[in-house]
């Protein structure tokens, strides 16, 4: 058998000899005929070998009769294209190129070598020579599907972002094959995201869901669109739809744990804890993250006790229970079971590391800060004190420190240590984080002792930091009255209420102002804080005298 079939391999090799060394030899015949003879004869024959050679995919072939025949007669435009397509498909892009703008100068309007010169410079990746070309082949045949889709695709990688969907939009309007408009679509949905047209995206996801309803990707991407675009409640509602065809379990858990993630989003607790208790049975999910997620949703839901137990089974089934342990520690705070919370971090403080042993003191810091202002609020100043400078012990330079015990200095009319703790708080306070209520307790201090000078600083000091502050605005509103300057104080009042339409001190004072000027508008401010505190006596009192005056 093998070898029959080497016979018929050297018997093919001989006859395709044979075919040259006969067409060749017309060629060469052609030398001593007149031209017009050589034209008639070798045009017709070269032509049809060519064709066949290049149909058979024998591109050497092509090469070697087209080249010979090209010496002799170079103006030859459909010899030269075919040379042109045999070293494309021989994947000779170089020459191929070079065929075709000789083509091209003679006959510029050749769309078929426009083509294959596109597909040249497609493969040697100048890609906007390409899309020249396509272009003008294009114009030729806007009804080439291929052409259209290779159009789009070279638009597309070269980042033309709109052209590439209108020519994806093009092509879509001529396609009939399912499969091939849900592809389109899919691309179509990408570049409308891309270029932030959503509504385009989204039409272009339901069309290829329209084709395939339970398409996973597609879902997943259209949830992920609603999710960029803040639509939770349709993201849910897609994400629920799901449910009801996935089966792969990398794919469910992608679904419950985004549903969890949306929930929380929405602050809907109770139907996170639902999700994520389904969640617990998904192979491959984080058994102990997700009860740990339960326990922080209870927490936030007021469960404070469901949330604890589960957290103090986690901190037990832990090896090291770190961050379990202050979740735990935090949960107890909020309680208000200092106590317990100060025991978690000190059995913490026995096995941490130095990272670690920085991170519970600071916690420990904050905790003793809780604790002194619970003892504040019921007026504990002693114990509220102690627990400070316990706090002292674990971060000295914790500015919060210092502005609780100047809180406490001022609830108890001590103003010269309110300003020496506060001046203190200021220094510690290195990023400027807290400087708005530091300064607006110091000019309250300053205004208590009457320096006014001291406390005009203070509240300047203040709106540097914080222009819009409601309640600084509203206390440089008071200096300016007291001073008489009725413009300035009528501007700081209108900018305190504008920027907290709640505080009612600033639309009474203003609404003090007015009865010399607007008798009008300050009757609707004071009609306005009784509205918000109807137990406001001096608002009562202010207008049952303007009712009493208008009278008489």
């Not at 010399?516 to 406001?536: C, G, H, T, W």
Request: charged fraction near 30%; proline fraction near 1%.
């Amino acid at each position: 058998m093998t070898d029959t079939n080497l016979i018929i391999i050297i018997i093919a090799f001989v006859v395709a000899i044979v075919a040259i060394y006969i067409l060749y030899s017309i060629i060469l015949y052609q030398g001593s005929s007149s031209k017009g003879d050589e034209l008639q004869l070798s045009t017709k024959n070269i032509l049809e070998q060519v064709q066949v050679l290049f149909n058979k995919r024998e591109y050497s072939l092509v090469q070697l009769l087209a080249t010979k025949y090209l010496d002799r007669v170079p103006g030859h435009i459909e010899v030269r294209v075919y040379l042109a397509k045999a070293y494309y498909e021989d994947r000779k892009y170089n020459q191929a190129i070079k065929q075709c703008l000789i083509i091209l100068k003679k006959k510029s309007s050749n769309v078929e070598t426009h083509q294959v010169l596109g597909n040249c410079y497609i493969k040697k990746q100048a890609l906007n020579k390409a899309i020249r070309e396509y272009e003008f082949v294009y114009e030729h045949k806007k009804n080439d599907k291929e052409v259209i889709r290779t159009l789009a695709e070279l638009y597309r990688d070269t980042e033309q972002l709109y052209s590439a969907i209108s020519a994806y939009e093009a092509l879509a309007d001529m396609l009939e094959l399912d499969e091939e408009v849900a592809d389109v679509q899919s691309i179509l949905a990408e570049l409308n995201e891309e270029a932030h047209d959503y509504p385009a995206a989204f039409e272009a996801y339901k069309i290829r869901l329209g084709i395939y309803p339970n398409d996973i990707i597609t879902n997943r991407k259209l949830v992920e669109l609603y999710i960029k675009i803040k639509n939770y409640p349709i993201a849910i509602e897609t994400l629920l739809y799901m449910l009801t065809f996935v089966t792969e379990p990398k794919v469910l858990l992608w679904v419950y744990e985004t549903l969890v993630a949306l929930y929380v989003e929405s602050e809907e607790y109770d139907k996170a804890i639902e999700y994520s208790e389904k969640l617990l049975d998904i192979q491959g999910s984080d058994k102990f993250k997700v009860r740990n997620d339960i326990a922080t949703f209870n927490i936030k839901l007021n469960r404070t006790e469901e949330g604890v137990a589960i957290l103090e089974d986690l901190a037990m089934l832990s090896q090291n229970g770190f961050d379990v342990t202050l979740e735990l520690a935090d949960a107890y705070i909020l309680r208000k079971e200092y106590d317990k919370a100060l025991e978690r971090y000190m059995i913490l403080l026995d096995k941490a590391t130095q990272r670690e042993a920085k991170t519970v003191n600071l916690q420990i810091c904050d905790l003793y800060i809780k604790w002194a202002i619970d003892y504040s609020d019921q007026k504990k100043y002693e114990e509220s004190a102690e627990m400070l400078k316990n706090a002292i012990q674990y971060n000295a330079i914790n500015p919060e420190i210092y502005y609780n015990f100047a809180k406490n200095f001022f609830a108890q009319k001590n103003y010269t240590s309110t300003i020496e703790s506060l001046n203190k708080a200021i220094e510690y306070d290195k990023q400027k984080e807290y400087f708005a209520k530091y300064l607006l307790l110091l000019s309250e201090a300053q205004h208590q002792l009457g320096h006014f000078f001291e406390e005009k600083k203070a509240l300047t000091d203040l709106l540097k930091v914080d222009e819009k502050n409601p309640y600084g605005l509203y206390r440089v509103g008071l200096m300016y009255a007291a001073q008489h300057d009725v413009k300035n104080a009528e501007e700081s009042f209108k900018k305190a209420i504008m920027y907290d339409s709640d505080l009612i001190q600033a639309k009474y004072n203003l609404a003090l102002l007015y009865e010399n000027n607007n008798r009008d508008k300050a009757k609707e401010l004071y009609i306005e804080v009784l509205e918000q505190d109807p137990s406001f006596e001096e608002a009562k009192n202010a207008l049952a005298d303007m009712a009493s005056s208008d009278y008489y």
